[in-house]
């Protein structure tokens, strides 16, 4: 292999698996880090600056860092990033004066932004500053998009929601809230230098089987159900509920209906229990809560007694695969299953809508019936409407419309002044060595043993009384300085310095996961194949230094390296040293030029 | 020095062996020498190959004298027996635990120093006695622990870190070990586990006095222009005469060599060595013509590694008394104190 070329921002960032999985590239061991240092404030605007909602991410997030973090690789569970990241929003001291304040002048630019969701927030809190006039329009009378209408209280406390929408709104944006946007062309008619479509994917699908029409008073769509719970319009559901569907959404209603006055809630998904889109932690907490889940039942009539529900029939399948290993679902033929119930929520999936979009305003749509949208620079076919969120490429999640406004906004910063959108600006990046003294480092690199902490619950009994009172309480400053201790620092590298390397063996020696070997060089196969350790993850690579006085080169396997630092406290000659990888992705401004 | 432990996480599919460790788990403490520190890759080295015999950690005795080199049975074998005695002596205190116990393996570990200088009368008497023991020297030309004072094995001309110049001639420890009849000798160099490693698991087989001369540099204070004993001038030196496999008795060879480039030695205790030959002409059986090479080579300023000899038919020092195949610390006060009547059988024997 050719020596690898470690000046490439991409080769480190990858080491640094959460920051590389996260959406917005948030930097996840730096802020970690400064949670053990008890910086909570300082944790929180590294947080700020990349995901705009830490407070609410922190109960809410995805977390697509957590199956990338290495420490699951060594040992049985990752970092607890994102509860740490509530840590960062729950134990801060107040940080107003360190948000940007309300850009003193306009530029003259004026931007709208449909719908008060993450995605037009996102995009709105990067571009007020630079001097850009910002106008949020919303149906619903407050800020937050789905993450006020849909997601339950109980998961996400109002205060926590208003505190960091209010940062974005209180940096100087127009609010036009209780205002739908009837027409695309009506607004591309007014004064507007760009437009940013964040109306994210209102629609619930709907489940037509046998019954649907007669016994529709008692069956709800998801979506529109938890909408009117959040809304307060709605405060009480039947004895009996099912709930249809294996997503989060699902999740959502059964929770929430069980503190409605549901007694007996029970989810029903087609599929396999594995095979639910549902996060693991979702469907723990629904199991928690005495709801039982059910496999492997395709719903087949909503049975009621004129008008009045009485249950669901369903059939039972089983899953067969053909060669291809592709699943289908064929009848067990088994006896039908009749599950009684008053009321039943289906979660059955979420869709795109646009029927405020006119389909000659100028942007094309495409026969899925969605807008061509360009997944770098978020443009659509008319240059001055851009979409993000989950407008853009249908439903996702929080992080991702934060990740897409971020590049939005990019784009609508270019084309307002007049730039080309797909020349994108580089991310910030720094290297910084840590050595303090021969053996010592600014970071600690002593490897915590501890397994994964549990965030503490309140108690059933308080919990499901109301659907107010937030399920969980959050580490302590103790448990998140103990599972903080835990993260492996990945962003503190192994930099290597060909020439100066005795080839002493000693950090082979040392490598307390043996990610180091001596060898002659090859081709990258070849090369895994003769590791001092199996090499498991292709996705990370490896680390191919030149050739060394011997001939060989020093190969390092990045995959599970706990960035101890051990190879570098035992080298002799500093051929290895520990800097600190800091990227900061662009973000719409000044970094641009 | 390094303030941490090693973390005990590992490599996800690191391999255990037969009795369910892993190579992790014959580590020590983490070694306190200077970071680059040939030593520690002789501890390595150690741990490896007791880990790849399957040996049982608690069989084992290692035992040192004083240095550097003497220090590191902390670093390697944590859960072993060990015994680290006054300088020079640690032939002596594990002969005599032999001749007590003589289940256990034994590990010799002493540097140049300890056992070419003050400690050479006793390496001499363990070595001719045939004790069954690993003896390493770590050899790096200098007393480390004291700061780099040349040692006994340093050669004659050579430079120190200071510039001085030693004017005594060199101690050969291989050319002593075959001399006084220790029937395993090998040399090797600490940055070449691959010769190592297979050079050890030979010596922990082997059931007789083995000696291996390991070089091993000094980073702090032998790793200059102008030493001997330092990494470019023993890898620009190293002249191996061949390169050795350990297998499990009988297991089957798979790769097929050159007629005559494989050379095949069934040990007492079974294990078979496989020797690639790297030199034609040398023959590891013959310990007179094996010293006369060495001393050739030597003349030329080479330094000769590897598998130099084996006495398949070894004797050790039980063999040599005839002791009874108990160890002496299991028996008890009846056999050990007969009575008077076995004491006049035997003082009649001798009449
Ligand atoms: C039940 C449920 C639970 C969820 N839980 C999570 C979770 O725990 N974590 C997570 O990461 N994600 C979760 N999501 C997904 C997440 O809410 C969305 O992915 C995210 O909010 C999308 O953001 P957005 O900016 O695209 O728009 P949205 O948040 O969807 O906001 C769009 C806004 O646009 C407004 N709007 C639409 N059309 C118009 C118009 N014509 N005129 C004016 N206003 C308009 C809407 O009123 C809405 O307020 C959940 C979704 C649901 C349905
Ligand atoms: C009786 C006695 N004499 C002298 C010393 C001082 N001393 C300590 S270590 C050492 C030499 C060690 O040299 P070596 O065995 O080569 O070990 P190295 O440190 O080089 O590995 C000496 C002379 C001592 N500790 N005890
Ligand atoms: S920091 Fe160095 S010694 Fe520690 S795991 Fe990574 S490569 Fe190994
Ligand atoms: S410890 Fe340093 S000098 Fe020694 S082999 Fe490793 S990188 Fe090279
Ligand atoms: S002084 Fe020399 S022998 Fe002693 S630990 Fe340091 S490098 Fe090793
Ligand atoms: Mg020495």
């Known amino acids: 292999m050719q020596p690898t070329d470690v000046t490439k921002p991409e080769y480190f960032h990858k080491v640094v698996d959460c920051q590389w999985a996260c959406p917005a590239h948030t930097p996840v061991p730096e802020y970690i880090r400064m949670i053990a240092a008890e910086r909570y404030g300082d944790a929180y605007m590294i947080n700020w600056v990349s995901n705009v909602f830490p407070g609410i991410l922190g109960r809410t997030c995805d977390r697509p860092c957590e199956p990338a973090c290495r420490r699951g690789r060594v040992e049985e569970e990752p970092v607890a990033i994102c509860r740490l990241k509530r840590v960062a929003a729950d134990l801060k001291e107040d940080i107003r004066d360190r948000l940007p304040k309300p850009a003193s002048r306009s530029n003259g630019k004026r931007i709208a932004l449909v719908g008060a969701g993450p995605s037009s927030l996102t995009v709105a809190r990067d571009l007020a500053p630079l001097g850009y006039e910002c106008v949020i329009f919303d149906g619903f009378a407050q800020g937050g998009g789905m993450i006020r209408t849909q997601i339950p209280k109980f998961r996400l406390p109002e205060e926590v929601l208003d505190e960091e929408v209010g940062y974005v709104l209180g940096l100087g944006i127009e609010t036009r809230f209780g205002t739908w946007i009837e027409s695309m062309k009506d607004l591309l008619a007014q004064d507007f230098d760009a437009v940013l479509v964040g109306s994210g994917a209102p629609r619930g699908r709907d489940l037509q089987i046998p019954g649907r029409e007669e016994a529709a008073a008692h069956i709800h769509i998801g979506i529109d159900w938890l909408n009117s719970v959040s809304f307060g319009h709605i405060d009480k559901i039947g004895r009996r509920v099912i709930v249809?569907?294996?997503?989060?959404?699902?999740?959502?209603?059964?929770?929430?209906?069980?503190?409605?006055?549901?007694?007996?809630?029970?989810?029903?998904?087609?599929?396999?229990?594995?095979?639910?889109?549902?996060?693991p932690w979702?469907?723990?907490?629904?199991?928690?809560?005495?709801?039982?889940?059910?496999?492997?039942?395709?719903?087949?009539?909503?049975?009621?007694?004129?008008?009045?529900?009485?249950?669901?029939?369903?059939?039972?399948?089983?899953?067969?695969?053909?060669?291809?290993?592709r699943r289908q679902l064929v009848a067990s033929g088994e006896p039908d299953v009749l599950i009684e119930a008053d009321d039943v929520l289906v979660a059955v999936g979420q869709e795109n809508a646009f029927p405020w979009i006119e389909r000659d305003a100028g942007i094309a749509f495409d026969r899925w019936d969605m807008p061509k949208v360009d997944p770098v620079t978020y443009q659509s076919s008319n240059p001055r409407v851009f979409f993000a969120g989950d407008a853009a490429f249908g439903p996702k999640n929080i992080i991702t419309a934060v990740a897409q406004g971020h590049d939005a906004a990019i784009?609508?910063?270019?084309?307002?002044?007049?730039?080309?959108?797909?020349?994108?600006?580089?991310?910030?990046?720094?290297?910084?060595?840590?050595?303090?003294?021969?053996?010592?480092?600014s970071y600690d690199n002593n490897v915590s043993n501890d397994l994964r902490f549990k965030v503490p619950h309140a108690k059933p009994e308080i919990a499901l009384n109301s659907i107010k009172v937030e399920v969980e309480l959050g580490f302590d400053a103790r448990l998140g300085f103990r599972e903080a201790q835990r993260c492996l620092n990945c962003d503190i590298e192994t930099v290597f310095t060909p020439q100066l390397c005795i080839e002493?063996?000693?950090?082979?020696?040392?490598?307390?996961?043996?990610?180091?070997?001596?060898?002659r060089n090859g081709?990258?196969?070849?090369?895994?194949g003769r590791l001092s350790a199996p090499s498991l993850n292709h996705e990370q690579d490896i680390y191919v230094s030149a050739p060394l006085k011997t001939e060989r080169v020093l190969v390092k396997d990045e995959d599970v390296c706990l960035h101890c630092g051990l190879c570098a406290e035992r080298c002799p000659t500093g051929a290895w040293d520990m800097q600190k990888f800091f990227l900061k992705t662009a973000q719409a401004g000044a970094a641009c030029r | 020095m390094t303030y941490i432990a090693k973390p005990k996480l590992h490599h996800p599919q690191l391999a255990t062996n037969t009795l369910g460790y892993t190579r992790r788990d014959y580590e020590g403490t983490v070694s306190t020498l200077c970071a680059g520190c040939g030593h520690d890759s002789i501890s390595a080295a150690i741990i490896q190959a007791c880990f790849d015999l399957d040996l049982p950690p608690h069989r084992i005795a290692k035992l040192s004298g004083i240095g550097c080199s003497s220090k590191t049975p902390t670093y390697f074998l944590g859960a072993s027996h060990g015994f680290n005695t006054v300088h020079g002596r640690m032939p002596s205190v594990l002969t005599g635990a032999n001749l007590a116990n003589r289940d256990l393996i034994y590990l010799g570990v002493s540097g140049d120093g300890d056992s070419a200088s003050i400690g050479l009368g006793q390496f001499a008497h363990a070595i001719r006695r045939g004790v069954n023991m690993v003896y390493v020297v770590a050899n790096n030309g200098v007393y480390g622990l004291t700061k780099g004072q040349f040692s006994a094995t340093a050669d004659r001309d050579s430079a120190s870190k200071t510039g001085a110049i030693n004017k005594d001639s060199a101690i050969d420890m291989v050319s002593l070990a075959l001399q006084l009849g220790a029937t395993y000798v090998a040399r090797s160099f600490s940055g070449d586990k691959e010769q190592l490693v297979p050079l050890l698991r030979g010596a922990l087989s082997?059931?007789?006095?083995?000696?291996?001369?390991?070089l091993s540099p000094c980073v702090a204070f032998n790793n200059h222009a102008g030493s001997t004993k330092g990494f470019d001038f023993i890898r620009e030196h190293n002249a191996a005469v061949n390169q050795l496999d350990?297998?499990?008795?009988?297991?089957?060879?798979?790769?097929?060599?050159?007629?005559?480039?494989?050379?095949?030695?069934?040990?007492?205790?079974?294990?078979?060595?496989?020797?690639?030959?790297?030199?034609q002409d040398y023959d590891a059986g013959d310990r007179l013509s094996a010293m006369t090479y060495l001393q050739e080579r030597a003349a030329q300023g080479e330094i000769v590694t590897g598998l130099l000899y084996l006495d398949q038919k070894a004797r050790d020092l039980h063999e040599?008394?005839?002791?009874?195949?108990?160890?002496?610390?299991?028996?008890?006060?009846?056999?050990?104190?007969?009575g008077r009547e076995a004491l006049e059988r035997l003082n009649a024997s001798l009449r």
């Not at chain 1, 002044?417 to 021969?438: A, C, F, H, W, Y």
């Not at chain 1, 081709?523 to 895994?528: F, Q, S, V």
Request: proline share 6%; charged share 25%.
């Open chain 2, 246 to 279: 350990v297998m499990e008795p009988r297991a089957p060879i798979t790769a097929s060599y050159p007629p005559g480039a494989l050379e095949t030695i069934e040990q007492h205790d079974g294990s078979v060595l496989r020797l690639r030959k790297l030199e």
């Open chain 2, 206 to 214: 082997h059931e007789g006095a083995a000696f291996i001369d390991c």
């Open chain 1, 244 to 279: 249809l569907g294996g997503g989060n959404t699902a999740m959502d209603c059964c929770r929430s209906a069980r503190r409605l006055g549901g007694e007996s809630v029970t989810v029903v998904v087609r599929s396999g229990f594995k095979e639910m889109k549902a996060s």
């Open chain 1, 282 to 325: 979702e469907k723990e907490d629904a199991a928690n809560e005495g709801i039982p889940i059910l496999n492997f039942l395709v719903p087949k009539e909503f049975v009621h007694d004129s008008g009045r529900l009485t249950g669901v029939l369903f059939e039972k399948v089983e899953a067969q695969y053909d060669e291809k290993g």
């Open chain 1, 411 to 441: 784009s609508i910063d270019l084309f307002c002044r007049g730039e080309d959108v797909t020349q994108r600006p580089g991310p910030l990046v720094n290297l910084t060595s840590q050595k303090m003294g021969i053996h010592e480092w």
């Open chain 2, 320 to 338: 040599n008394l005839g002791t009874i195949a108990t160890p002496l610390n299991s028996l008890g006060d009846a056999e050990l104190c007969p």
């Open chain 1, 523 to 528: 081709d990258e196969d070849d090369l895994r």
């Open chain 1, 504 to 519: 002493c063996d000693a950090c082979t020696d040392i490598c307390p996961t043996d990610c180091i070997t001596f060898t």
